[in-house]
């Protein structure tokens, strides 16, 4: 009975508790509980096994996110993506009997359908995988840049940095998702590939049903999208699309279906392959010789390029924090390395000051502003440039670095990096089956809807990656990074990323929370922050997601903090430390997470998202 009690505590938390067994004394018979209310209860407060009891989460007044919040429970699987209808899609596979892997294959495609402002053939991406028998793995399927690509093909003749990085047919690298899909469903998915393309294909030739999200979404973007053949999908006849009709995409069904025919060869070579070649030339004048092709706003990628292409197996980065294992992506994503970075500089303060205080504030900070100075400057493709992963990683040099961290006051960036001489758009997803198995994805187009370009005839966005390199090291990018010159473009490089699939296990070695986010560099810091909150600030998983987060990337040498989310006294007090503070938008980055609760699972797509978890 003890037993009894302390589980169904767990569940439904000691008010619900102490309500429920006055119900069940008044009534003759107990009431069942429905799985309905046990998954929303339970959701509200949740009992993670492998965690200490949660604390209930104080947010300054006027916060647009309460405390206390639920997100879903599941009792065997789980997907939580930034689209409800992927994350059925993935579901839908989860419940055939497919394994994590083969739902976030099934997801990463209906992504490609359901969010075309994100979710992406046309991008590439990183997954970081748990199986239940312990064993992990990596995929790194991101863009690389065409063999065409040189160094200063973004600088112009007065020494500025373009645009032609972001916007149209110059910007895009050659894209990985579709090689990477495929080869992480040879090698860990249990079905075929056509099985779990199914949903994808089905929603893309029977049409998604048009919602405020997606008219927003289109809206805001709509001078970008006008510019290139998308506009006749998504802006019929220069229009809007109408709330609640239906989105058809029948040349992306067929793409899609000759992916799930030939396999990543329906995408690589053949009729695919031969419209993206086309659509690099469109409008391009004839002989344009390779250095200038940006500059006449002329597409780089070859038939050879895409031919190719190859994702990259790699080996998880890995570390502890706080006694829970955590497994990320390495480069040639800067996520893994950073976010432990940051959570080991973090580590030797026995425990963090009050979250929501200056001091909580100045701490975490002072780790981003740190470990984004090593990000900036080392990180990189490993292919080209040597990147010292094991020192970046290791529990003493974090050590160094956090007696740097002066107790009441900034350190100026440029003090720093004196000191460090010596030595647009993303969306994650999350999946757990019932056999334990555990996927962490984050892919992308940069920036909403990539480079603009849409392919003609095949029915996609191509990214803007390429301006995730430094087009000129020392200027910084759309995101305001300032990279160095191991991030310089080169022919073959993988651009760097802040990607941050990731995967926390429990002292006792079982998958308990997995996670990514979007928003550039802020993808780092938030996944960080939840984190900390789970693991530090003992918050349940959704005031851990919708607790105020703070951005700091070094340079430039800002204090950023979610608008509303720091009270007034906070701020003051970070002014009087030497921070310079500016509040950032709230939806620059959204997380999807997964924790593992007693019984199932808890999921959530961030409250900045409109994003679903989905499970059963
Ligand atoms: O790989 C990166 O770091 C960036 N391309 C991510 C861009 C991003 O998250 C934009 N989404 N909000």
Not at 287 to 292: D, E, F, G, K, S
Not at 571 to 579: C, P, S, V
């Amino acid at each position: 009975m003890i037993e009894l009690h302390d589980r169904i505590a767990g569940f439904i938390g000691r008010g619900a508790l102490l309500t429920a067994l006055v119900a069940c004394t008044r009534s003759a018979e107990p009431t069942p509980v429905t799985p309905v209310l046990v998954g929303s209860l339970n959701a509200a407060n949740p009992v993670s096994e492998g965690l200490p009891a949660r604390i209930p989460a104080q947010f300054p007044a006027g916060w647009p996110y309460p405390s206390g919040g639920s997100g879903t429970f599941a009792e065997h699987a789980m997907v939580a993506s930034n689209s409800r209808l992927a994350s059925d899609a993935g579901v839908e596979i989860l419940r055939q009997g497919g394994n994590a892997v083969d739902a976030a294959v099934a997801v990463g495609f209906a992504l490609a359908v359901t969010l075309p402002e994100a979710g992406n053939i046309g991008g590439g991406g990183y997954m970081v995988i748990r199986l239940a028998d312990g064993r992990s793995a990596a995929i790194d399927y991101r863009e690389m840049a065409p063999a065409a690509a040189s160094r200063d093909m973004y600088v112009d003749s007065a020494g500025h940095v373009t645009r032609a990085s972001i916007v149209g047919r110059a910007a895009s690298g050659v894209p990985g998702a579709v090689a990477g899909l495929t080869a992480v469903l040879a090698r860990y998915g249990t079905m075929p590939l056509p099985k779990v393309m199914i949903p994808a294909i089905r929603m893309a030739s029977e049409g998604i049903v048009v919602d405020s999200q997606l008219i927003r979404s289109v809206h805001g973007k709509e001078s970008l999208i006008r510019q290139f053949a998308g506009a006749d999908v998504f802006l019929p006849g220069g229009k809007q699309l109408q709330l609640g009709s239906r989105l058809v995409q029948p040349e992306l069904a067929e793409t899609l279906r000759l992916i799930a025919r030939e396999g990543a060869a329906g995408f690589y070579q053949g009729r695919v392959a031969q419209q993206i070649v086309a659509e690099m030339e469109r409008g391009c004048p004839p002989n344009v010789a390779p250095r200038q092709r940006a500059a006449h706003a002329c597409g780089l990628i070859t038939a050879r390029d895409l031919e190719q292409y190859q994702p990259a197996w790699r080996t998880p980065v890995s570390s502890t924090y706080r006694h829970y294992s955590l497994m990320s992506m390495p480069p040639s994503s800067s996520g893994g390395v950073t976010l432990i970075e940051t959570l080991n500089i973090l580590e030797p303060f026995a425990a963090l000051p009050q979250f929501g205080s200056a001091n909580y504030f100045h701490l975490v900070a002072s780790a981003f502003q740190r470990a984004f100075i090593d990000r900036n400057a080392k990180l990189a493709d490993p292919a080209f440039v040597s990147v010292p992963v094991d020192q970046l990683t290791s529990k003493a040099y974090a050590q160094e670095l956090q007696k740097t961290i002066p107790p009441d006051h900034a350190t100026p960036t440029t003090t720093l990096l004196a000191a460090a001489k010596e030595g647009n758009e993303t969306t994650p997803y999350v999946v757990v089956d019932s056999q334990g198995n555990a996927v962490a994805t984050t892919t992308t187009l940069n920036s909403l809807y990539g480079s603009g370009v849409y392919v003609r005839g095949a029915g996609f966005f191509l990214n803007d990656e390429m301006d995730d390199f430094a087009s000129q090291p020392g200027t910084p990018n759309q995101f305001g990074l300032v990279q160095g010159e191991n991030n310089a473009i080169a022919p073959g490089k993988r651009m760097l990323s802040a990607m941050t699939p990731t995967i926390v296990l429990d002292p006792e070695g079982r998958v308990l929370l997995v996670l990514g986010a979007r928003g550039g560099p802020r993808i780092i810091t938030s996944v960080a922050q939840v984190i900390i909150n789970v693991i530090d600030n003992r918050m349940s998983l959704s005031d851990a997601m919708s607790a105020p987060r703070i951005h700091h990337q070094s340079l430039p040498d800002t204090l950023r903090y979610d608008r509303g989310g720091l009270d007034s006294a906070a701020i003051r007090r970070l002014q009087e430390m030497g921070y310079r503070l500016a509040p950032q938008s709230l939806d620059e980055a959204k997380v999807s997470a997964i924790l593992r609760v007693r019984g199932g699972f808890i999921g959530m797509d961030d409250p900045r998202s409109s994003g679903a978890a989905v499970g059963y």
